[in-house]
């Protein structure tokens, strides 16, 4: 039986929120708490990217100043997990360690270990669910097997999708009875040197206030068209909450949440739910098959005769494609750390397909440039795209970049945006590679769309061998 007088260690990880925190809000109840985060990126499966970094870095300022009107301080720590764990529960008498679950595979693997010393040190350690509506291990076919393919895995889900409400953040904390030494934010070296951040500062406000009106303004304003608007890259048509429920600054349920009080009557139905869905089919994927990280799900993929080609790879990494969607896209990427769905899949199709470059060096980069950059979404969205993943694109459909421009950027606003060299050509000629007007250093097609193409359906061919 709780005494309320205990001292509990919430381990902050991927779950940088007050509101809707079950570790936290458990935690509160037992007494006082200390919050701790621990940068050890090489406990990761990937050591986070560049733009991730910077986003962290700035959403951990953010929950040090919530934590603080609550009446505590995030304690910072660097190096290995346990051994912090260990030496903050000695040093402040805690007799517990509760946080929220996650689902990469090392860390997963790490997780069990650390919970295992733990709890052999007599300490109570506790877990909760928090950044998914359905854990990968509570859904299953009638067959009791992962589900492969995307309608049935959430049609499932929102059967059992429950009306449990968010959780409110403590009222107040108690904060530990002894003070703890913290290390500086600054310290964890996570802003980047090249002046990267300014513009990305510009377009984001990473932490959990930024999160809540995000998900407020898009309710209001582009819940109701997002099925008509997510496809237009030149339009707020879509949330951009990827990087705030990457960092768990919003939780899945919250948002839930927002859309049924929204007096929306048709939310669970909507399209955007089912967004929310692909992230929980991403998770479910990952879980049941952590191999996808690196290599194909379907293993006739093992096959495929990807090129080598560091010219066109940087050429596509830089927006030099001459492709004028593709290059927009790219430094959108760039310059904000995020890009529209629909350009994620011209891009992405682009690099395995056009240029038979292996996905892996697209997750890669991807990887290293997005805020949102999350294991389970993209590679999912690499492998969906390579075609070699579950419930994919088949293979041999190949987007054309510029009937996709025509038809999703249809004034060519979205490319004069991002290539300024384009600026002054008009639509329709702005779609079409060979119309453009080179005067202004815009780079030739680095290769043809239609021998592209042959070339691509070729390579295909060797997986059915
Ligand atoms: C090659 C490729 C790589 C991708 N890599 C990532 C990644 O690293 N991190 C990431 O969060 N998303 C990734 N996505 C999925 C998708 O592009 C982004 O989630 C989406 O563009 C985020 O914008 P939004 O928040 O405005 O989305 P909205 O359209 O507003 O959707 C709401 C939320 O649903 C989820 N979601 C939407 N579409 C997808 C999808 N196709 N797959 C999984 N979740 C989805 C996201 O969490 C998103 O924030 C990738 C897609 C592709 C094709």
């Known amino acids: 039986m709780s005494t309320n007088d205990q001292t509990i260690i919430v381990w902050f990880r991927t779950d940088l929120r007050i509101q809707d925190n079950p570790a936290l809000f458990e935690a509160a109840k037992e007494g006082r708490i200390i919050p701790v985060f621990i940068w050890s990126p090489e406990e990761e499966d990937m050591s986070p990217g560049a733009a991730t970094r910077w986003w962290l870095h700035h959403s951990i300022k953010s929950l040090t100043e919530s934590l603080e009107k609550l009446g505590t301080t995030l304690t910072l720590r660097t190096g290995e997990s346990i051994k912090n764990l260990k030496k903050l529960a000695e040093d402040t008498g805690a007799t517990g360690v509760y946080w929220n679950r996650r689902y990469e595979p090392m860390i997963r693997k790490r997780d069990d270990e650390i919970a295992c010393q733990l709890r052999q040190a007599g300490l109570t350690v506790k877990t909760f669910k928090a950044s998914l509506l359905s854990e990968p291990e509570e859904i299953e076919n009638q067959s009791g097997l992962p589900f492969k393919v995307f309608t049935p895995f959430w049609k499932h889900c929102l059967k059992k999708l429950n009306a449990s409400t968010p959780l409110p953040a403590p009222q107040k904390v108690k904060p530990p009875k002894v003070s ?20 990305m500062n510009e377009v984001w406000t990473p932490g959990e206030p930024g999160a809540a009106s995000a998900l407020e303004l898009f309710i209001n304003d582009s819940f109701n068209e997002y099925a008509q608007n997510r496809n237009f890259p030149n339009t707020k048509g879509t949330s951009r909450l990827s990087p705030h429920l990457r960092f768990g600054e919003v939780s899945p349920r919250q948002i839930k949440h927002s859309l049924m009080q929204s007096g929306h009557t048709h939310w669970k139905e909507s399209h955007y739910l089912s967004e929310i869905g692909w992230r929980e089919f991403g998770y479910h994927l990952l879980y049941h098959f952590p191999h996808t990280v690196r290599e194909p799900l379907r293993p006739q993929f093992n096959r495929f005769p990807w090129r080598e080609n560091s010219p066109q790879l940087r050429s596509w990494q830089k927006g030099q494609t001459g492709y004028p969607l593709v290059d927009a896209g790219m430094r959108e990427l760039w310059a904000t750390g995020w890009m529209h769905n629909r350009v994620r899949m011209v891009v992405a199709s682009f690099l395995v397909k056009h240029l038979l470059i292996h996905w892996r060096h697209g997750a890669d980069w991807f990887w290293d440039t997005l805020v949102d950059a999350d294991l389970a979404s993209n590679t999912q969205g690499w492998q969906w795209t390579a075609g070699s993943g579950a419930d994919a694109a088949p293979y041999f459909r190949i987007f054309n970049p510029t009937t996709q421009a025509i038809k999703f950027d249809p004034e060519g606003d979205y490319i004069r945006k991002w290539v300024p060299e384009l600026r002054h050509v008009s639509a329709p000629d702005i779609f079409e590679p ?22 691509a359906l070729k390579a295909y061919e060797k997986t059915k061998a």
Request: aromatic content about 4%; cysteine-free; overall charge negative.
């Open 180 to 199: 703890l030494r913290t290390t500086e934010l600054s310290e964890l070296n996570l802003k980047p040197e090249q002046d990267w951040g300014h513009s």
């Open 434 to 455: 060979s119309k453009v007007d080179r005067g202004q250093n815009y780079p030739s097609p680095i290769v043809n769309h239609s021998d592209a193409r042959d070339r």
